[in-house]
C-alpha cells in the first residue's frame, strides 16, 4: 500500500521560492506518475502538475512559468519547486499517485497535505 | 480549460436521506469523471473513477452515473460518516480541473 508525505518549509517570503517533497513509501517511484495539488484557505482544488514515468512533465498553464517537479528515484521522493511566491500561493499543497494511463488520471492516494504560508 | 461545475454548492439532508450532487463539464469528457470526498482538515480521498467505478473500500452506498457532460454521485441512504466536501475532477485532458465541491451538512 503506496503511502505519501510530504514536508517542507511553512512559511516561505514573497518572491522567493517555495520548495516542497513527497517521500513515498510501499511502492517504487518509477512505476507511476506524480502529481502535485493545492487548496487555498476556505477555496477549492488546484492542480499543479504531473511527473510522468517517462521522465517528463505537464503543468497548469496558469503556473507553468514557475513551477518544476521532479523525481530523485534514489530516495524514492518527488519535488515541487513554485518560484517568485505571492500571497496567492498560500494555500495547503497535497502530493498525490496517478495510475500510468492516458486519461486515467486520478488521484490516489493522497498525501495528508503540507501548509504553506506566503508571508514576510 | 474544460469548466466543472458542480450542483449545489451545499445541501442539509438527514440521516438515511438519498442525496444526489451534480457535475457539468463545459464539453464532452466521455466517462473521464472522477469523485472525491473531503473531511475538515483532510486529505480529499478517492471515491469514484472513470465515472461510475467505485474505488477499493469505499461503502457501496456511492454510486456514480453519467458520461458527455453531465454526471451525478449518489449517496443510497447517507450516514452520519458522509457529512463532507465533495469533488469532482475531470481527467479527460489536461489542465485537470475539479469542481467547486459541495459541501453534505446535516439538516
Known amino acids: 500500500q503506496v503511502q505519501l508525505q510530504e514536508s517542507g518549509p511553512g512559511l516561505v517570503k514573497p518572491s522567493e521560492t517555495l520548495s516542497l517533497t513527497c517521500t513515498v513509501s510501499?511502492?517504487?517511484?518509477?512505476?507511476?506518475?506524480w502529481s502535485w495539488i493545492r487548496q487555498p484557505p476556505g477555496k477549492g482544488l488546484e492542480w499543479i502538475g504531473y511527473?510522468?514515468?517517462?521522465?517528463?512533465?505537464n503543468y497548469n498553464p496558469s503556473l507553468k512559468s514557475r513551477v518544476t517537479i521532479s523525481v530523485d528515484t534514489s530516495k524514492n521522493q518527488f519535488s515541487l519547486k513554485l518560484s517568485s511566491v505571492t500571497a496567492a500561493d498560500t494555500a495547503v499543497y497535497y502530493c498525490?499517485?496517478?495510475?500510468?494511463?492516458?486519461?486515467?488520471?486520478?488521484?490516489?492516494?493522497w498525501g495528508p497535505g503540507t501548509r504553506v504560508t506566503v508571508s514576510s | 480549460d474544460i469548466q466543472m461545475t458542480q450542483s449545489p454548492s451545499s445541501l442539509s439532508a438527514s440521516i438515511g436521506d438519498r442525496v444526489t450532487i451534480t457535475c457539468r463539464a463545459s464539453?464532452?469528457?466521455?466517462?473521464?469523471l472522477n469523485w472525491y470526498q473531503q473531511k475538515p482538515g483532510k486529505a480529499p480521498k478517492l471515491l469514484m473513477y472513470?465515472?461510475?467505478s467505485l474505488q477499493s473500500g469505499v461503502p457501496s452506498r456511492f454510486s456514480g452515473s453519467g458520461s458527455g457532460t453531465e454526471f451525478t454521485l449518489t449517496i443510497s441512504s447517507l450516514q452520519p460518516e458522509d457529512f463532507a466536501t465533495y469533488y469532482c475532477?475531470?481527467?479527460?485532458?489536461?489542465?485537470?480541473?475539479f469542481g467547486g465541491g459541495t459541501k453534505v451538512g446535516i439538516k
Open positions: 464539453q464532452s469528457i466521455s466517462i473521464y
Open positions: 510501499g511502492g517504487s517511484i518509477s512505476n507511476f506518475y
Open positions: 472513470a465515472a461510475s
Open positions: 511527473f510522468y514515468n517517462s521522465g517528463s512533465t
Open positions: 475532477q475531470q481527467s479527460y485532458n489536461t489542465p485537470v480541473t
Open positions: 498525490a499517485k496517478v495510475p500510468p494511463a492516458l486519461r486515467s488520471n486520478w488521484f490516489d492516494p
